[in-house]
């Protein structure tokens, strides 16, 4: 049974998960309209948004807290509801326009996964007949944790390291081990260990309106009125206000992320916000 919603849609404001058909929702997941939705079985995660024009099928399709699935990205493809079908993809699963993931044999994505506007993942490719030896393969995915594809497509069986980033326009064909810059057609790595690397300049570039930065303790801290921002750390401590909100959000969008979230106007981490 196929859910479209015809209306813009909150679909749980509440600060309990509710079940629908054999996909359980988190608290505070926005699905607006025009959205397909298809699960048979899976979670989605507090507080992620799936766009107008998605679609999301599939057997089995869990999302992590805080995911984003943009306009007219596509989770499922052709037999996305085999039953070793699924996508499981923890906190902060990202998905740009046009996107999109095939799930037939599987799809494993660590926390900080981007899968850029119009970038391909595919568990399958098979279009000719098999028996006069046309191509063939089926095989699931795997990426690590902090991984950017950018307009890239990745073919089956493909393993991903975590903290790597793959250039626009790639194709990813072959393992690729974790820390590295790799890009090209086909696919191979550009530079060894190059992530992480540690910069303390990099906030204060950012030119954040209404911020001042200083170091505590060796870590670099970020303060928006009595709002601390432990940008080592990824912790928050103060009250949340539409500014320190601000800030929030802008250091996101720089991919700085923090496992915190506003609740009646003060900061607490997503373990005890809701205990």
């Known amino acids: 049974m196929s859910l479209f919603f015809d209306h813009d849609a909150l679909i749980n404001e509440n600060d309990n998960d509710f079940q629908y058909l054999g996909c359980r929702f988190g608290r505070h997941v926005l699905i607006e309209k025009g959205v397909t939705f298809d699960v048979v079985g899976g979670f989605i995660g507090d507080r ?8 999301v099928e599939g057997n089995s399709v869990v999302l ?19 039953k070793g079908a699924f996508l499981n993809a923890r906190d902060w699963f990202h998905m740009g326009e046009f996107s999109q993931v095939n799930i ?25 007949p098999c028996d006069q030896g046309f191509p063939v393969q089926w095989a699931g995915v795997k ?3 902090r991984v950017w594809l950018p307009h890239a497509w990745v073919n089956p069986g493909t393993q991903i ?9 790639s194709l990813v064909n072959c393992n690729l081990p974790s820390g590295c810059l790799a890009g090209g057609i086909p696919v191979k ?8 690397v540690e910069d303390h300049d990099a906030v204060a570039r950012l030119g954040i309106k209404g911020i001042s930065i200083k170091e505590v303790n060796r ?22 206000t539409e500014e320190s909100e601000r800030v929030k959000n802008q250091l996101r969008r720089n991919g700085i992320r923090f496992k915190f979230t506003a609740i009646e106007g003060e900061y607490r981490s997503w373990e005890e916000a809701y205990s």
């Open 104 to 128: 037939a044999r599987g799809v494993e994505c660590g926390e900080e996964v981007g899968v850029g506007v119009g970038s391909r993942i595919f568990t399958h490719g098979a279009y000719l």
């Open 143 to 145: 990426i690590g944790h």
């Open 189 to 196: 790595v550009l530079k060894e260990n190059a992530y992480p």
């Open 161 to 169: 390291g975590d903290n790597v980033v793959v250039a626009a326009m």
């Open 64 to 82: 992590g807290t805080e995911s984003y699935i943009d306009h007219y990205a596509r989770i499922g493809g052709g037999s996305c509801k085999d």
């Open 48 to 55: 992620t948004i799936i766009r107008s024009g998605a679609r």
């Open 219 to 240: 870590s670099e801290v970020v303060i928006c009125g009595d709002t601390y921002f432990d940008i080592k750390g990824r912790t928050i401590e103060g009250p949340a």
